[in-house]
């Protein structure tokens, strides 16, 4: 009783952004990548109150628009963080291009 009772408490406390082929877990903290063109996951489920990262991994900057709001440039390997407190569907788009575009769904 006392192993599966700290193997539950392991698995709530560790939050992980591990994608699956049918979608991603959700989770607490989520790391998104700017790369090739793309965000890396683009579509990405969190809790509320999670704190989700984009990092530039491209060599030009970019500009960000998460939810309505924008960020600075974002240079080379440069972060911005986002907590949502609130829960809805986000949009994510950067250099105000409508194609290359991602989602946060806190729920």
């Not at 999670?50 to 440069?78: C, K, M, Q, S, Y």
Request: glycine fraction near 6%.
């Amino acid at each position: 009783m006392l192993l599966f009772a700290l193997v539950l408490l392991i698995t709530l406390c560790v939050q992980a952004s591990l994608p699956f082929p049918r979608g991603n877990l959700t989770y607490s903290f989520a790391l998104v990548e700017i790369s090739n063109g793309t965000f890396v996951p683009d579509n990405i489920s969190v809790y509320k109150n999670a704190t989700v990262v984009w990092v530039n991994r491209d060599p030009a900057p970019h500009i960000l628009l998460i939810g309505g709001r924008r960020t600075p440039a974002l240079f080379h390997d440069e972060s911005y963080t986002v907590n949502f407190h609130e829960f809805g569907r986000y949009n994510c788009l950067y250099d105000d291009n409508l194609i290359n575009h991602g989602t946060v769904i806190v729920r």
